[in-house]
Nanobody
Framework: QVQLVESGGGLVQAGGSLRLSCAASGRTLSNYAMGWFRQAPQKEREFVSAIARSGGNTYYADSVKGRFTISRDNAKNTVYLQMNSLKPEDTAVYYC????????????????WGQGTQVTVSS
C-alpha cells in the first residue's frame, strides 16, 4: 500500500496562491492515478482534481477549473496542486489520494489517502 503525506497548506488572502505537495512512499507513484479532494466543515468530501498515471490526462472540478493545476513528478514520487486566484470558498482540508485505476472521480474509487492539509482563504 502506498503512503501519502500532504504539505503546503496554510492561510492565504483571497486572490493569493498556494502549492500543495503530496509525497508518496512504499510504492512507486507511477503505478497510481492520483487525485486531490477537499472537505469543508460539515460538508462532504468533494473531488478537486485528478491526474492519470502517466500525467497525460488531467481532470478538474468545475469550481476550480482555470485556477488550479495538477501535476506529477514520478521521479520524485510527488504530486502537486498549484492553486491560484484562491477564494474563501476554497477553504477546506485538502487530501491527496491514490488509485491503481482511474475509473470514476469519486472518493470511493481511491484506496489510499493522506492525512490532509488545511487551506484557509481569508476574505
Amino acid at each position: 500500500q502506498v503512503q501519502l503525506v500532504e504539505s503546503g497548506g496554510g492561510l492565504v488572502q483571497a486572490g493569493g496562491s498556494l502549492r500543495l505537495s503530496c509525497a508518496a512512499s512504499g510504492r512507486t507513484l507511477s503505478n497510481y492515478a492520483m487525485g486531490w479532494f477537499r472537505q469543508a466543515p460539515q460538508k462532504e468530501r468533494e473531488f478537486v482534481s485528478a491526474i492519470a498515471r502517466s500525467g497525460g490526462n488531467t481532470y478538474y472540478a468545475d469550481s476550480v477549473k482555470g485556477r488550479f493545476t495538477i501535476s506529477r513528478d514520478n521521479a520524485k514520487n510527488t504530486v502537486y496542486l498549484q492553486m491560484n486566484s484562491l477564494k474563501p470558498e476554497d477553504t477546506a482540508v485538502y487530501y491527496c489520494a491514490a488509485t491503481p485505476s482511474l475509473y470514476k472521480l469519486s472518493p470511493t474509487d481511491f484506496n489510499a489517502w493522506g492525512q490532509g492539509t488545511q487551506v484557509t482563504v481569508s476574505s
